[in-house]
C-alpha cells in the first residue's frame, strides 16, 4: 500500500510569512500533484510534477518533486490570506494505474 | 458550466435508509471516481469506472453500488445506511491516466446519516 504522510498537518501563520509543507513516503511514484480545498468545495489541481528533481513555480508557490520521486515540497513566499485552505499531495502509480494516493493534508491558515 | 457536478450537495437520511447520488462530468473524460473525505479530511478512494467499466473496487461494504451508464455519469447507491457512512463523498474524473491533467473534483455531497 503507498502512504504518503504530509507535514505539518495544521499550520497557522501571518500574513507575509514564507512557508513550506511536505509530502514524504517510501514509495516511488510516476506523478505527484497538489491539490487547494476550501471548505464546502471540492479538492482543486494546483500542480502536476512528473520528473524528479522537477521544480514548477505558480505565481507564489513553488512546488518540487524530489529526485527518488519519493516526496515533495510546496513552498509558498510571502502568505496571503486567500492561501488560507487545505493543501493536499497526491501520488499516482502510473501506468494502467489510474489511482491517486492522497496524503491527509495540511490545513492552512494565513491570518491579515 | 460546471465541469463536474454532484446531487444533492447535502443529503440527512435515517440509518437504516437507501439513496443515491449523481454525478456527472462534461469534460470528455474517460475515467471516474468515487472518493470519501471522513471528517478528518482524508481522501479514499472507493470506486473507478473508465468508459463504463468497472476499473477499482476498493474494500468497501456492499452495501455501496456504483452505477455508470455511459462515461460521462457515475452513480452512487447506498443501502441500508448506517451512521458510519456519514461523510463528504466526491465525484472526480480523469483523462485516462491520473496523472495527465490530474482530477476535476466535484463539490461534495455531504451525507449525515442520523
Known amino acids: 500500500t503507498q502512504l504518503l504522510e504530509q507535514s505539518p498537518q495544521f499550520l497557522s501563520i501571518q500574513e507575509g510569512e514564507n512557508l513550506t509543507v511536505y509530502c514524504n513516503s517510501s514509495?516511488?511514484?510516476?506523478?505527484l500533484q497538489w491539490y487547494r480545498q476550501e471548505p464546502g468545495e471540492g479538492p482543486v489541481l494546483l500542480v502536476t510534477v512528473v520528473t524528479g528533481g522537477e521544480v514548477k513555480k505558480l505565481k507564489r508557490l513553488t512546488f518540487q518533486f524530489g529526485d527518488a520521486r519519493k516526496d515533495s515540497s510546496l513552498h509558498i513566499t510571502a502568505a496571503q490570506p486567500g492561501d488560507t485552505g487545505l493543501y493536499l499531495c497526491?501520488?499516482?502509480?502510473?501506468?494502467?494505474?489510474?489511482?491517486?494516493?492522497f496524503g491527509k493534508g495540511t490545513l492552512l491558515t494565513v491570518n491579515p | 458550466d460546471t465541469a463536474v457536478s454532484q446531487t444533492p450537495k447535502y443529503l440527512v437520511t435515517q440509518m437504516g435508509n437507501d439513496k443515491s447520488i449523481k454525478c456527472e462530468q462534461n469534460?470528455?473524460?474517460?475515467?471516474m471516481y468515487w472518493y470519501k473525505q471522513d471528517s478528518k479530511k482524508f481522501l479514499k478512494i472507493m470506486f473507478s469506472?473508465?468508459?463504463?467499466?468497472?476499473?477499482i473496487n476498493e474494500t468497501v461494504p456492499n452495501r455501496f453500488s456504483p452505477k455508470s451508464p455511459d462515461k460521462a455519469h457515475l452513480n452512487l447507491h447506498i443501502n441500508s445506511l448506517e451512521l458510519g457512512d456519514s461523510a463528504v463523498y466526491f465525484c472526480a474524473s480523469s483523462r485516462l491516466r491520473a496523472g495527465d491533467g490530474g482530477y476535476t473534483f466535484g463539490s461534495g455531497t455531504r451525507l449525515t446519516v442520523v
Open positions: 469506472y473508465n468508459n463504463k467499466e468497472l476499473i
Open positions: 469534460l470528455g473524460h474517460d475515467t
Open positions: 497526491a501520488g499516482g502509480g502510473g501506468g494502467s494505474n489510474y489511482k491517486l494516493t
Open positions: 514509495s516511488v511514484f510516476s506523478s
